[in-house]
């Protein structure tokens, strides 16, 4: 059941990084077959032009010939050109590798924030931000290191080997069908573990972001453990989140300890058996001792991507392991959606009206907050709730504004279904203060601002030196860092507790009740 579930989120990450990678098709490509081409020039071909030049050194010492440089130099120059070419291929394709790399980077960590912004209050309540922070970078890295991965090892490894065995077909038929079967024993083998490794890949992965929240959990209510005297309990159960994310770290371990055994006995195994070969038939069959060069350089090479291979499964799981939490995200289809032909706001002079309206949270089905609610505000209309703590009065403004959709009624703003138009639209005509202070970690200048975005530096000022509990010109022109302007707005704010936040920008915005 496990495996089923990993090996569908693999598919899904792995259709969720194509869909990305096929934007930049031309660079993907040119950084492919550049790394397969230049696996060719620089490791391919010169152990095949040394084994011409140890042929022509046996045939002139079996013959008594005097050695020139000139018998070589043509070989010489083949072999300083390819490793020329190269490296000049190797250096076009980094480049290209980059210029995909960043791009996507780009683009993946900009669609991260629009799906997670598009998502609803309850999508943001049930996660924390850290964990997500967390999830967002683990994403983001683990698609650079599966493309390095592809371009670095995958296509070096499959050119080398599919190369190393035709070449080796032309030199000596038998000996390559049977490194043949040693390469399809090996993937076989070293296949069935990242199935075996995955799960637990995905369980530190897990673990990674538990660990992750509970820091930024604490480090930003630091004030508040301190004034609890919370340290040592905090202090005891991030203890408790390092201590799964130490265990599951040791369980992986120990599944990567036994992948690399297992490939550690079979390539350096193969090698002994290889040169041991080698020897037998040069001493036995009279084995041309340049044939025993190209055998031994091939082998040589096929093994070293072999052995790779089980560093790059490790990476692999790993990556995939990290992105899991994000593919999963990227599944939730938002809650709350703009309808696909939205209105023109219509919205002027803020009429507001509550119509049958009947709303439920999804933990209270049974219990439903509003049957049949309604409700008249006239423009200009200064209207308070009162009702008991738990009462509603909270989620009536959050319905105003759509964080949530009501399952019956109609919500309208001058008549106009506020489901109608597109979310930002609405919000953009509603002024809403919470119980709670909101502040960016920002300058106070870009917080004030942050009611009419856009508005003027003289704007600003003009609302900063307004008379309210804080905001003078003199602590406006001192509070230029974040966390300044945080304190001072956190006053302001608490201060108003209601409605509206004396001296914050709203220009176009109505404040409603
Ligand atoms: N995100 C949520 N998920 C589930 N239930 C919720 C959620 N938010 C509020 N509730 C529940 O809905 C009811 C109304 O809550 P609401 O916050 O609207 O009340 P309120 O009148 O604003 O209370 P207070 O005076 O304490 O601010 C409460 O029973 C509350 O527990
Ligand atoms: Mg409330």
Redo the contacts with the bound molecule.
Sequence with gaps: MKIIKTTSLTRRTFAIYWRYTRRYLPEFLVASVGSGLAVIVQSMIPPYIVARIFSKLQYAYAHHQALHFSMFSGYFTWFAVLMLIGMVLWRVQSYFVWKLEENIRRDIANDIYDHLQAQS??FH?DRFGGALVSQTNKFLGSYERLMDDFIWTVIPSVTTIVAAIVILLLVSWPYALIMLAVVAVYLSLMSRRIVRQMPHNLALAQRESEQTATLADAITNMGTIRAFAGDRYESKRFRQYSGRQHAAYRKLSIEALKTDSLSHVQTNGFQIITLLGGLLAVTTYSLNVSLLYLLISYTQNIVNRLWEFSRLLRNTNRSLGDAAEMTEIFGIIPEVKDPTKPEKLAMRRGEVKFQDVAFA????QDDA?FKGLSLKIKPGEKVG?V????????????LLLRF?DIEKGQISIDGQNIAAVKQSDLRSRVAYVS?EPILFHRSLAENIGYGDIGAEQAVIEAIAKKPTPTSSSASYRKVTKPWLANAALSSAAGSASGWRLPGRCSRTRRSWC
């Design positions: 209050q309850r309540a949270y999804p933990e209270n907050l709730l009702g008991p703590s738990g009462g509603g009065k909270t989620t009536i403004t959050k949530m119980q």
